[in-house]
């Protein structure tokens, strides 16, 4: 990556984090209500046994419902972060979860699931993503590197705000096939990457 690749991500985080810090929590729960009841009517999400989501954190859109609601329908996994890998873990019940060492996110305690082919979907958050399908992550790569090693359809969800004509991204980032949010109309409720 270019220095100045790295300098424009980086501001370009700077503006995003300044725009989710200005959303109220009220605002987060009834735009992340909207972006998940967009994900459950996706014919892909329907059809699909195995679908990885994450367990959000403050100002992402919210999800610890919609894999509550699940995980008695779908076998479902959520991220484990390991150091500088992301590992993949089933999620049960919140029984099942403890708080993670790194950003103290709750996550599945429990076996390791390596089976990456049998994953149908993945919901991928982010801090911004764009028209050409870009996803502009938190800066670690965790995602990236995990989505690298699997064909999965990638869902990008984010609140209107998180969308842009042009995020920052070379050849390195993995780009989604499509991305969700809770207002957009017609052809962009579910921009899909032909």
Request: net charge neutral; with cysteine; glycine share 6%.
């Amino acid at each position: 990556m270019t220095e100045d690749l790295r300098a424009e991500k980086k501001a370009f985080r700077k503006k995003v984090n300044q725009l989710i810090a200005a959303q109220t929590p009220e605002q987060n729960l009834k735009a992340s209500a909207a972006i998940m009841e967009r994900i459950e009517k996706l014919p892909e999400f329907q059809k699909a046994k195995v679908v990885m989501a994450f367990w959000s954190f403050k100002g992402e859109v919210h999800t610890h419902d919609f894999v509550r609601k699940w995980a008695d329908r779908k076998q479902m996994l959520l991220p484990v972060v390991d150091g500088d890998d992301m590992l993949i873990k089933e999620y049960k019940d919140d029984s099942s979860m403890a708080e993670g060492g790194s950003f103290g996110i709750m996550e599945p305690v429990g076996a390791l699931f390596t089976e990456y082919g049998k994953i149908d979907f993945i919901i991928v958050p982010g801090l911004a993503f764009d028209r050409d399908f870009n996803r502009l992550g938190r800066g670690k790569a965790y995602y990236d590197k995990f989505l690298s090693k699997v064909d999965s359809l990638k869902a990008a969800i984010c609140f209107d705000f998180q969308f842009f004509d042009r995020v920052p991204a070379d050849e390195r980032d993995i780009r989604m096939d499509m991305v969700i949010a809770e207002s957009f109309q017609n052809e962009r409720s579910a921009l899909r990457r032909s």
